[in-house]
């Protein structure tokens, strides 16, 4: 058994900090639909059509799902523990993002206000994303 073990055992060993090559991953894509979000809120306030609005609320709310969709691929997969010991504040950063995307934030709010707080957010991710991916 000990030869089995010792033939099928791996010659090499990978080891990686995400789980595909790290092209795969950005924040530019939250920043994408957080942007959105703005622009849906800020149109919305410049509209009184109701058919305009609700389908407004409708794409802010779609729109808002999709960062925090984003917003959690980058925290759960691309950032790893040494990430997280470089960082200590990006457990509370995510949070705050994935919560200001959510129904207290611009899920729930047609004011413009909110988005740029979530864009606030999401750029200071971006910020510590790009420094880890120097190093």
């Known amino acids: 058994m000990r030869l089995v073990s010792r033939i ?9 900090h995400c789980d595909l090559p790290c092209g795969v991953y950005d924040p530019a894509q939250a920043r994408i639909e957080a942007e959105s979000v703005k622009a849906v809120q800020e149109k919305y ?19 808002s799902e999709l960062v925090k ?13 040494p990430h997280f010991e ?11 993002a994935t919560k ?5 934030g611009t899920k729930g709010s047609m004011d413009p206000a909110t ?13 510590i994303f790009w ?5």
Not at 87 to 95: Q, S
Not at 115 to 126: P, R, S, T, V, W
Request: proline share 5%.
């Open 86 to 96: 470089k960082y200590p504040e990006l457990h509370d950063l995510f949070n705050r």
């Open 100 to 104: 200001a995307a959510g129904a207290s």
């Open 8 to 16: 099928l055992r791996p010659r090499v060993e990978a080891t990686a």
């Open 45 to 63: 306030q410049a509209n009184e059509d109701p058919e305009f609005r609700e389908r407004a609320v409708l794409i802010k709310e779609q729109r």
């Open 131 to 135: 420094e880890t991916k120097q190093g």
């Open 115 to 127: 988005g740029q707080q979530l864009l606030d957010l999401i750029a200071q991710i971006d910020k």
């Open 69 to 81: 969709h984003h917003l959690w691929v980058l925290w759960t997969d691309y950032f790893k523990p």
